[in-house]
Structure formats: structure tokens, C-alpha cells
């Protein structure tokens, strides 16, 4: 048994020579209510054949919930020079988990941008965080804009390559579904995209967005909108300072469009 995340949850678990589980509980970066999201989510997953983890087993009630799902085998980490077929799979794969429609739950709850259980753009207009002129202009920008409409779709709520399984170029499945919830396509579409920019080249969002919208037959609507939702939705400062510029200039340029 051993920790994947800093000697705390969730742990993984070798059962048998070739069999693993993921043990997940509360911890000191994931709460109860998490616990029971990531539970929902699978169960919503199974049910639709979507690519993901299979929840075994959850005991949701008392203080320390925990669950048990399946390993997927694959990698989590994407190769330094992404290729462009890997791109359109993860687009694809978001548009697969966007065709079901989904209205908000009690542990599934509505999700007006990616990892709704932040608000740094809140942080930021409070004083609890510094901020920059580029964005405090793009939150002043966003907040008089009206949120785009649509029906509500099952979202995954933190898709970033560390949060994938890949073989090759091919996406085994999406893991981590502790935020998510039910809103816009573009809660993931926006998050991916901002984190392949800051990643790779200015070409990789335009890459995940074709990888969906040929998945899914339909041109994805506000996509400067989500993308600075996604972007403002941040640290001012990102762990280099190389990242916080790649950042700024996706801000920027969805900006630029609304």
C-alpha cells in the first residue's frame, strides 16, 4: 500500500501480483463531501460507459468515508512534446462525458468554472491574494458579461493532463472526479485548453477544442469566455515564472475576443 499524494490519500493498494485498487478517504487537501462527489461521478460514469475508473465499493456515511475503484493502466504524465493526436483524444474524450446531459445533484452540483472549489478571481477583488492590472481587467470584463446559457452536461470539473490515463496517444480515462458537478461544456474545455497552453505551444488549445467539437459534431459555443473563466481561476503567481506568462498570454487573448 502507498500514498499518491504525500504520505496521505489516496492509496494505492496491490491486491495480487497484477490487480491494484485506489483507497480514497478524507484528508488534509480533500474533504468528505469530495469523497462523495468523486462516488457520484463514477457512479454516473459506469452507468454511461464514459472512460474512468470503476467504483467498487463506498461507505459515504460518518466522518471518514472512503471508496474503492478500479485502476485503469496507463500513465499520467504526458510526454514533454505532445503530439497532436494526443490533443484531439482528451478533447475527445471531454466531449464523450459532455454528451450526457445532467442536472445538478446534491453531491453533483451545479459548476460554474473548473475547480469550483476555489474562486481566486473572488480572492483576489477581497484582498486575500495579490493581483496584476492584466487580471483585474479580464475579472472587470468576465463579471459584466452574462453567463452563457445551455442545458447542464455532466462535467468533470479539474481536467489537466495529471488528471488523465494515457497509452500513446489514446485516453484510457479521466481519473479525479471529486469536482465534478453539472454545467458547460466549457468548464472543461476552458481548463484543458489553459493548461495545455501554459504546457506547450500556442497550437495545443486550438487541438483539444478540434478534438471535440469533431467528437461531438457541433462547434463548442463561448470559448473566450470559459477560456478566461479557466484562466482567471488561478494563483496570480503559478509555480514558474515561465508558467504565470504562458497564463497571461491565454488570458489575454480571450480577452481579446470578448
Known amino acids: 500500500m502507498r500514498s499518491l499524494h504525500g504520505g496521505e490519500s489516496p492509496w494505492w493498494i496491490d491486491v495480487a501480483p497484477a490487480s491494484a485498487l485506489v ?34 465499493a463506498a461507505s459515504l456515511d460518518g466522518p471518514a468515508p472512503r ?22 483524444a482528451a478533447g475527445a474524450a471531454l466531449a464523450r462525458v459532455h454528451a450526457v446531459a445532467l442536472d445538478p445533484l446534491p453531491r453533483l452540483p451545479l459548476r ?11 480572492d483576489r477583488r477581497a484582498g486575500r491574494m495579490p493581483a496584476t492590472p492584466l487580471l483585474l481587467r479580464a475579472d472587470a470584463v468576465v463579471r459584466v458579461l452574462p453567463a452563457p446559457g445551455g442545458p447542464a452536461v455532466f462535467v468533470h470539473g479539474d481536467v489537466w493532463p495529471g488528471n488523465t490515463i494515457v497509452v500513446g ?16 461544456p466549457g468548464v472543461d474545455l476552458g481548463e484543458l485548453r489553459k493548461q495545455v497552453a501554459i504546457l506547450y ?3 495545443a488549445p486550438r487541438l483539444v477544442l478540434e478534438g471535440w467539437e469533431r467528437a461531438d459534431g457541433t462547434r463548442a459555443a463561448d470559448v473566450p469566455y470559459w477560456d478566461a473563466v479557466a484562466a482567471l481561476n488561478t494563483p496570480t503567481a503559478l509555480y514558474s515564472p515561465h508558467a504565470t506568462s504562458r497564463r497571461d498570454a491565454f488570458l489575454q487573448a480571450a480577452i481579446a475576443q470578448l
Do not use: M, Y
Not at 171 to 180: E, P
Open 112 to 122: 460554474p468554472r473548473p475547480i469550483a472549489v476555489d474562486d481566486f478571481a473572488a
Open 23 to 56: 483507497l480514497r478517504c478524507p484528508s488534509s487537501r480533500i474533504t468528505a463531501e469530495q469523497i462523495a462527489t468523486n462516488a457520484a461521478a463514477l457512479t454516473v460514469a459506469e452507468r454511461h460507459g464514459l472512460p474512468a475508473p470503476r467504483l467498487l
Open 169 to 184: 496517444s489514446a485516453v484510457r480515462a479521466l481519473i479525479d472526479w471529486k469536482t465534478a458537478g453539472a454545467g458547460s
Open 201 to 203: 505551444d500556442d497550437d
Open 67 to 88: 471508496t474503492l475503484e478500479t485502476v485503469v493502466a496507463g500513465t499520467s504524465t504526458w510526454p514533454a512534446a505532445c503530439s497532436a493526436e494526443l490533443l484531439r
